[in-house]
C-alpha cells in the first residue's frame, strides 16, 4: 500500500512508520518537528532511524497548513491516510487549548478535506484516546460508554475528531477507523510521560512526583502493541471507533514498583493532590478489537518495563 503517515517522528508514529516498512509498504512520512510538548531533539533522532529505510520518504509538512496538505495530495497517490499527528498531553491542554484545537481538529480536518474532495483516498485511520471516556469508570469500557462530557480539553478535541470523520463518513463514504489508545508507553517514549519520569528520575536518583496516592490505575500498552493494531485497522470497516488497550489494568506503585526491580534503585517518591484531569481508573474493552481487526496486545506490564529500562540505559 501506498500510505500517507502523518507524525512520522512522533513515539506511536515512528513504530508504526517502521512495522508498515517491515510488511513492505511505501510510507511518506510527514512531520512538522516542533518542539509542542517536548524537545525536537527527540523526533529528529527518531526520523534519523527512518530515513534511508526502503519504501519511506519524508516531508517537512505541518497537518495545519491546508496548502501544504493539499501539496502534498497533488504530488502523491495515497491508498490511506493514518493520521498520528497531535499535540498530546493532557495537563497541556489545560495550558493552551487553542493549539489543541488548531492542531488536533483542525488539522484533521485539513488531511478529510484532501482526502474525500480530490484525490479519492478510500481510508482513514485516526488516533483518538481512552480520554474520550471522562471519568467515573469502574470497568473495562467499552466503545458505547464514550462520555458527552470528557474531563479536559485534549479529551474534547478527540471527541471532536472523532465525531467530524463521522461526518465525513455519512457524506463522502470514507472508511475511518478512530482508535482509541490506552495510555501507551514503551522505547523512546515522549519525556513528558510518567514511565519515562520516573525511570529518568529513579535512574539519577532524584525525586519523581506521583499525582494522587499511586493508587489510581493505567492500562498501560505497550508502543509496539498500539503500532501493530494501527496497521491492523487499515482493512476496512466502515466506521468504527475501536479500543487499542492492554486491557489490564495497574497502580502507579506497581508500576514504580517494576521500575525500583529494573534499576536495582529504590525511588524518593513525593506525592502531590491529585489534579482535576486525572481520572481514577481507566482500561480497555477489547472485544471490539479482536472481533473486527484480529488484535490483541501480547506484551505484559512487566516485560514492556523490561525493554523500556533497557532501551533508556542503553542511551547515552
Request: glycine content about 10%; aromatic content about 10%; hydrophobic content about 40%.
Amino acid at each position: 500500500m501506498n500510505i500517507l503517515l502523518t507524525g512520522c517522528a512522533g513515539f506511536i508514529g515512528s513504530r508504526t512508520t517502521h512495522l508498515l516498512l517491515e510488511r513492505g509498504d511505501n510510507v511518506v512520512g510527514i512531520d512538522n518537528l516542533s518542539d509542542k510538548g517536548y524537545s525536537g531533539e527527540v523526533k529528529q533522532k527518531r526520523l534519523k532511524g527512518l530515513i534511508g529505510k526502503t519504501g519511506f520518504r519524508f516531508k517537512h509538512v505541518d497537518i495545519t497548513s491546508k496548502q501544504g496538505i493539499l501539496d502534498l495530495f497533488a504530488l502523491n497517490k495515497f491508498d490511506a491516510v493514518i493520521n498520528l499527528a497531535a499535540l498530546a498531553g493532557v495537563r497541556a491542554s489545560l495550558e493552551n487549548p487553542q493549539e489543541f484545537l488548531d492542531v488536533n481538529i483542525g488539522g484533521t480536518l485539513n488531511l478529510l478535506e484532501a482526502c474525500v474532495k480530490k484525490n479519492g483516498v478510500n481510508k482513514f485511520v485516526v488516533a483518538s484516546s481512552s480520554s474520550v471516556y471522562g471519568d467515573g469508570q469502574h470497568e473495562a469500557a467499552s466503545e458505547t460508554m464514550v462520555t458527552d462530557y470528557p474531563l479536559t480539553q485534549y479529551g474534547a478535541t478527540k471527541k471532536a475528531v472523532e465525531v467530524m470523520c463521522y461526518a465525513y463518513h455519512h457524506i463522502y463514504g470514507l472508511d475511518v477507523s478512530a482508535l482509541r489508545f490506552f495510555t501507551t508507553y514503551g522505547c523512546s517514549g515522549r519525556p513528558d510521560m510518567s514511565i519515562y519520569r520516573f525511570i529518568e528520575g529513579i535512574k539519577n536518583g532524584r525525586e519523581i512526583e506521583v499525582f494522587g496516592d499511586g493508587f489510581q490505575k493505567r492500562d498501560f500498552t505497550y508502543v509496539d502493541d498500539i503500532a501493530a493494531g494501527t496497521i491492523a485497522a487499515l482493512q476496512g470497516v466502515g466506521f468504527e471507533a475501536i479500543n487499542l488497550g492492554n486491557s489490564n489494568p495497574v497502580t502507579l506503585n506497581y508500576v514504580i514498583q517494576l521500575i525500583e526491580n529494573e534499576l536495582g534503585k529504590e525511588a524518593k517518591i513525593k506525592y502531590s493532590p491529585r489534579n482535576k484531569a486525572d481520572v481514577l481508573i481507566n482500561y480497555a474493552d477489547i472485544r471490539k478489537a479482536k472481533r473486527l481487526l484480529d488484535w490483541e496486545p501480547k506484551v505484559r506490564i512487566d516485560e514492556g518495563i523490561k525493554r523500556t529500562v533497557a532501551w533508556h540505559l542503553a542511551q547515552k
